[in-house]
Each structure stands twice: as structure tokens, then as C-alpha cells.
């Protein structure tokens, strides 16, 4: 009862009363039927490959200054370790690909072998993601592995967002290569 209560209330006043709610199956399909397909393309893929050649082998220090580096230019103007991710083509190709979804896709990005961000449509709050379950519970969990994780407010978006993250295979090997989380807009599956 209290359940139902929550989702046919508007989404700020459920979130009000409650810190997370589960994401709509209709989230879960909307990724299968219309992401799937190109979040598998060989140019995401071999993005991926890429990265994790230049940071394999990058020591938790590394990837702790490189993490620092991202969040301390968040929001700033001099940002040439963000810019440098936000100017691959793959991170036009995912901007591109949250402009097609009418609003339904918030963000998109991608994350290496280690967490760290490959590309993104939009600035990300930090570089490295590897420390939180969109990453352990996908690319940790194996091939095929998805994570839908509940919808919450998201600062960096400013929308009441569930995220679907998604393991990354390279389809030569069978090797899992890196992960992708979808952020989506909750009011839009409602």
C-alpha cells in the first residue's frame, strides 16, 4: 500500500519522503530496446581498449591524483584533464546520444578496466567511479552483468534520476573491458 502511495505521488514529493525508490521495469526496458545496441559498437569498445592500455597497471595513488585532479577542476575554467575526456569523440557521440532520447536519458558515461572515466556526455562529479557499486556490480559482476540502481536526486544532472549500469565485452576475446551507466529520467517512466 505505502509502496503504491509513493509512485503514483509526484516523483519530489516521493523522494521527499523517501531517500531512494526502486526504478520502474520500463527504465530497465527502455536501456535493453534503444542502448544496447550501440553500447556495444565496436567504437565504444575499442575506446574502452584503448584506455585500459595507457591505465593498466596505474597504482591506487595514481588513480587517487588523477580522481583529485578531475574533481579539483570541476566547475572552474582551467579543466585540461576533464576537457581532454570531454573532447574524445566517444563523449561527443554520448552527448549526441542523450540529445536523441527526448529527455529521457540524462547522462551517459564510460569507465575503464579500473573505473576511470573513458568518455561522458556531460562533466561527471568525479574521474573515478571505481570505488561505487555502478562499477562493481557491473563490470565487477562479468559479462552480461546490469545494475539497476535506485532513483535518486543526482547533483551533477539536477534531475531525480534511476542509473543502469552495464558491463562492456569485447566480443573478440569474451573479456569484460569496462563498464557504462545510463542515467535516466525517472519522471519520464513514471
Do not use: H
Request: aromatic share 8%.
Amino acid at each position: 500500500m505505502f509502496r503504491k502511495i509513493l509512485l503514483s505521488a509526484p516523483l519530489v514529493l516521493a523522494a521527499s519522503i523517501a531517500q531512494a525508490v526502486d526504478a520502474p521495469p520500463a527504465m530497465r526496458a527502455f536501456v535493453d530496446s534503444n542502448v544496447m545496441d550501440w553500447a556495444m559498437s565496436p567504437d565504444v569498445i575499442s575506446a574502452v581498449i584503448e584506455q585500459n592500455a595507457v591505465t593498466a597497471g596505474a597504482s591506487e595513488a595514481q588513480i587517487i591524483e588523477w580522481d583529485n585532479t578531475w574533481r579539483a577542476q570541476v566547475g572552474v575554467t582551467d579543466q585540461p584533464f576533464i576537457s581532454e575526456v570531454m573532447g574524445r569523440d566517444l563523449s561527443a557521440f554520448l552527448k549526441q546520444k542523450v540529445a536523441d532520447s527526448g529527455g529521457r536519458i540524462t547522462e551517459i558515461f564510460v569507465m575503464d578496466a579500473l573505473g576511470l572515466n573513458v568518455a561522458a556526455s556531460d562533466i561527471t562529479s568525479d574521474y573515478w567511479q571505481g570505488d561505487e557499486d555502478k562499477y562493481s556490480k557491473s563490470y565487477g559482476a562479468g559479462s552480461g552483468a546490469v545494475f539497476v540502481d535506485a532513483i535518486e536526486f543526482d547533483e551533477s544532472s539536477q534531475t531525480y534520476q534511476g542509473q543502469i549500469s552495464v558491463s562492456l565485452t569485447d566480443p573478440e576475446t569474451g573479456e569484460v573491458v569496462g563498464a557504462m551507466t545510463i542515467g535516466l529520467n525517472a519522471e519520464a517512466f513514471f
